[in-house]
């Protein structure tokens, strides 16, 4: 069975740094392609980012250049180090596996991140 568990999500100041942790199992994770989402208040959950199984990544627009997507295949870990955060950043943010730009595993509980002064 596929289970991702969410880590890493807390209250930070904007301009903060976060680094998220999903760590996988029930799946070959190095041959995965793996993706970041985020659900705000009030919105559909959201592709933020992707890795495939090579390390090629993706990015939406609004974070480009502040936000990294990384892979450990040793730890089947996926990361998300999120930089000069600001407060529309705020969401759960969530790790799926990606395959046909869809999200095909199942949904951990997800990780809460909140940018607020």
């Known amino acids: 069975q596929v289970h991702m568990v969410e880590s890493g999500g807390e209250l930070v100041q904007p301009g903060g740094s976060l680094r998220l942790s999903c760590a996988a199992s029930g799946i070959i994770f190095s041959a995965s392609a793996m993706a970041w989402y985020r659900q705000a208040p009030g919105k559909e959950r959201e592709l933020v980012a992707s890795?495939?199984?090579?390390?090629?990544?993706y990015y939406i627009d609004s974070v480009k250049g502040r936000f990294t997507i990384s892979r450990d295949n040793a730890k089947n870990t996926v990361y998300l180090q999120m930089n000069a955060l600001k407060p529309e950043d705020t969401a759960v943010y969530y790790c799926n596996v990606y395959r046909g730009g869809l999200a095909v595993g199942s949904w951990g509980q997800g990780t809460q991140v909140t940018v607020s002064s």
């Open positions: 890795v495939t199984i090579r390390a090629n990544t």
